[in-house]
T-cell receptor, first 113, second 116 residues
Framework: RKEVEQDPGPFNVPEGATVAFNCTYSNSASQSFFWYRQDCRKEPKLLMSVYSSGNEDGRFTAQLNRASQYISLLIRDSKLSDSATYLCVVNNKARSSASKIIFGSGTRLSIRP | NAGVTQTPKFQVLKTGQSMTLQCAQDMNHNSMYWYRQDPGMGLRLIYYSASEGTTDKGEVPNGYNVSRLNKREFSLRLESAAPSQTSVYFC???????????????FGSGTRLTVV
């Protein structure tokens, strides 16, 4: 089983729709969680951290469910510019230093006009 | 603009050839990393340097070597390229070795390497 798993998609939704996707992690001791965005043939960029109580940044809401070991990203009022691959990143406490940062393989989102 | 600069952007190598990927950051970050990204897989850490003068193996170090030349520069060397090393390589930097909550990693734009 992968340490961090994501549905690869693609999620194909109309502009203005709300879309959500999850990311599951296997290590219950994982401490911190993040969402990165990666545009086609570009580098990943930090979208937002995920806090225990959940957090919002504009149209984006991130949530953590420790009991079920997943994090989620919800995008409201989706824009064409939201089309990208969203990478889940988990800080796996069991590993040492930098190697404990685990990237998921990403969920591809495509927003259609 | 401040950031991470990687060269080259594209490279084709023949099996057995060697090459060095260059990476430089101008954000005065302490830690630097080399990742590879393959279809269907997450970014995998090859090597990292928590601070100037130190380097450590990541998840997939075999076939690679690194040099932290100074605080700004961190190079990745393939001594004898193999087709399995065909991938997209990203250099990244961060203020600290552990993932900083607010600012994350800053990635370079990537090197697309093909080994034939």
């Amino acid at each position: 089983r992968k340490e961090v798993e994501q549905d690869p998609g693609p999620f194909n939704v109309p502009e203005g729709a709300t879309v959500a996707f999850n990311c599951t992690y296997s290590n219950s001791a994982s401490q911190s969680f993040f969402w990165y965005r990666q545009d086609c043939r570009k580098e990943p960029k930090l979208l937002m951290s995920v806090y225990s109580s959940g957090n919002e940044d504009g149209r984006f809401t991130a949530q953590l469910n420790r009991a079920s070991q997943y994090i989620s990203l919800l995008i409201r009022d989706s824009k064409l510019s939201d089309s990208a691959t969203y990478l889940c990143v988990v800080n796996n406490k069991a590993r040492s230093s930098a190697s404990k940062i685990i990237f998921g393989s990403g969920t591809r989102l495509s927003i259609r006009p | 603009n401040a950031g991470v600069t990687q060269t080259p952007k594209f490279q084709v190598l023949k099996t057995g050839q060697s090459m060095t990927l260059q990476c430089a950051q101008d954000m005065n970050h302490n830690s630097m990393y080399w990742y590879r990204q393959d279809p269907g897989m997450g970014l995998r850490l090859i090597y990292y340097s928590a601070s100037e003068g130190t380097t450590d193996k990541g998840e997939v170090p075999n076939g690679y070597n690194v040099s932290r030349l100074n605080k700004r520069e961190f190079s990745l060397r393939l001594e004898s390229a193999a087709p399995s090393q065909t991938s997209v390589y990203f250099c990244a930097s961060s203020e600290k070795a552990r993932h900083p909550t607010n600012y994350g990693y800053t990635f370079g734009s990537g090197t697309r390497l093909t080994v034939v």
